[in-house]
């Protein structure tokens, strides 16, 4: 068994409504409250991050699983939207729903059934929508054309 350790360092010096700071290894950003929910939205926030870990997990993993089955994809892009309801004064991450779209080079009958088989399955294989699961709803709206 591998175990992979990740850090992350966070400073906030303020208050709700002030800035604060995030770093890792590789990333390094503003942190803050969204304006959405009255903040003054600087940088980046959770929710956005949540949404960022669920949507590059699923995409990397989509092609990856294009790759291991051979699916000669041209072009791989995707919108996510993360939803956030506020009800009673308690924030809860509902819902996210990612829209990829895959473009294939002539794909064959077989391959196009294949394609859109791996873009639900990717969203069950990805690790952050497994750590999500039973708490996010996770769907998957995918498009297939041809390039």
Same mark, same amino acid.
């Given at each position: 068994m591998a175990l992979h350790l990740f850090f992350i360092d966070t400073d906030?010096?303020?208050?709700? &409504? %002030?800035?604060? +700071?995030m770093s890792g290894k590789t990333l390094t950003t503003d942190i803050s409250i969204p304006p959405e929910m009255d903040g003054p939205g600087a940088g980046t926030n959770p929710d956005e991050m949540l949404l960022g870990a669920a949507a590059t997990c699923y995409i990397i993993t989509l092609a990856a699983m294009l790759e291991r089955s051979k699916i &000669?994809?041209?072009?791989l892009?995707? +919108?996510?939207?993360?939803? $956030?309801?506020?009800?009673?004064?308690?924030?809860?991450?509902?819902?996210?729903?990612?829209r990829p779209v895959l473009t294939l080079d002539r794909p064959? %009958?077989?391959?196009y059934a294949l394609a859109e088989k791996l873009m639900y399955k990717a969203e069950q294989s990805c690790m952050? +929508?497994?750590?999500?699961?039973?708490?996010?709803? $996770?769907? $998957?709206s995918p498009t297939i054309q041809n390039g």
């Open positions: 906030w010096p303020g208050l709700r &409504n %002030d800035v604060g +700071t &000669n994809k041209l072009n892009r995707m +919108t996510s939207e993360g939803q $956030v309801e506020v009800e009673k004064g308690v924030i809860t991450y509902k819902r996210i729903l990612h064959t %009958d077989k391959e952050i +929508t497994r750590a999500l699961k039973g708490n996010v709803e $996770v769907e $998957v």
